[in-house]
Nanobody, 121 residues
Framework: QVQLVESGGGLVQPGGSLRLSCAAS????????MGWYHQAPGKQRELVATITPGGTTNYADSVKGRFTISGDNAKNTVYLQMSSLKPEDTAVYYC???????????????WGQGTQVTVSS
């Protein structure tokens, strides 16, 4: 069974910083992509950033220049460094991973439980 465990959310003032972590555990063949999504109240879940094992990154326009995604392949862990936080960044942040469970070329999508990020003075 594959699990994604997130940590690092909390309350921060506008302009502040937070770092989220997400570690994948369990039995699997490879991780093909990891990333972060967020969901604000009453809104759909949206992409924040993704990273491949080779380090290729992709960001939503709303976070470019403020957020940085990074990964540690040896630890099966992805990080999201969030800086210059704005009230509109307030949301539940979900870790996402696309995982190949065996040598068969079939991907499975996994989600973490979510961690609340609140940006408020």
């Amino acid at each position: 069974q594959v699990q994604l465990v997130e940590s690092g959310g909390g309350l921060v003032q506008p302009g502040g910083s937070l770092r989220l972590s997400c570690a994948a555990s369990g039995n699997f063949f490879s991780i093909n992509l990891m990333g972060w999504y967020h969901q604000a109240p009453g809104k759909q879940r949206e992409l924040v950033a993704t990273i491949t094992p080779g380090g290729t990154t992709n960001y939503a326009d709303s976070v470019k220049g403020r957020f940085t995604i990074s990964g540690d392949n040896a630890k099966n862990t992805v990080y999201l460094q969030m800086s210059s936080l704005k009230p509109e960044d307030t949301a539940v942040y979900y870790c996402n991973a696309i995982i190949q469970k065996s040598a068969l070329p079939r991907d499975y999508i996994y989600w973490g439980q979510g961690t609340q990020v609140t940006v408020s003075s």
